[in-house]
């Protein structure tokens, strides 16, 4: 499928077993039909990752999150953080965050309050690891690539809310697993996201086209 006709429901939907968050958590829809999907150039390589009216400790949350990512899908997301504008604060919906495409590249909203208060670091770390996932999707991996990486993801548990595990997007199913392969963490007694499962394989197996990709 062309990039231009991927679905962008590009939101991470937090689902918390033992700490409801609200009533019906759930994934929100977003996207820009319009909008070309941004390629790294040779200018964002170099200028980092832009954020809007983020207080300093979010800032630096974010940033440690990536710098704390597994070596490989740190410079993956090092080569679209230049194409990244980055706010804090609620996503709407009923998620966590969201990653909507852009003439310019993409905005990221991350809710690091929403996530920090129950999940903690490791919760900030899956939800910066995921919505950044969305971006490497759309910015770099090729289509069969991607086509891929899906094979190797387990089809799900069950088809919670006709969006979650067995129904979760291809979208939603790579950005979970990139968020797993870049925490190096499989996400046991992290109850965040879409409920995809690890892939079959290693994470590290799984993720050796996007090791190569990488460079």
């Not at 230049?82 to 495409?101: D, E, K």
């Not at 770099?140 to 809310?161: N, S």
């Not at 963490?185 to 499962?197: A, C, F, H, Q, T």
């Amino acid at each position: 499928m062309a990039p231009t006709l991927r679905s962008l429901l590009l939101v991470l939907a937090v689902v918390v077993a033992a700490v409801a968050l609200r009533p019906a958590t759930r994934p929100a829809e977003g996207g820009v039909a319009s909008a070309a999907f941004a390629a790294p150039t040779a200018g964002s390589r170099t200028q980092g990752v832009i954020f809007d009216g983020v207080s300093p400790g979010d800032r630096q949350a974010v940033l440690a999150a990536v710098a704390g990512a597994q070596p490989d899908a740190r410079r993956l997301m090092n080569k679209v953080g230049g194409l990244v504008t980055v706010r804090v604060g609620p996503a709407g919906g009923g998620a966590a965050g969201s990653t909507q495409p852009t003439r310019r590249g993409y905005d990221v909203v991350l809710d690091l309050a929403l996530v920090s208060r129950t999940l903690g670091r490791r919760g900030i770390e899956r939800l910066v690891f995921h919505e950044f996932g969305h971006v490497v999707d759309f910015a770099l991996v090729p289509d069969a690539t991607l086509a891929a990486l899906d094979a190797g993801i387990p089809r799900g548990y069950g088809c919670e809310q006709g969006r979650l595990g067995a129904c979760a997007d291809r979208e939603e199913r790579f950005a979970e697993s990139f968020a797993k392969w870049a925490a190096d963490d499989i996400g046991v007694n992290l109850s965040v996201g879409y409920k995809v499962p690890p892939p079959a394989l290693s994470l590290a197996t799984w993720a050796a086209p996007l090791t190569q990709l990488a460079g």
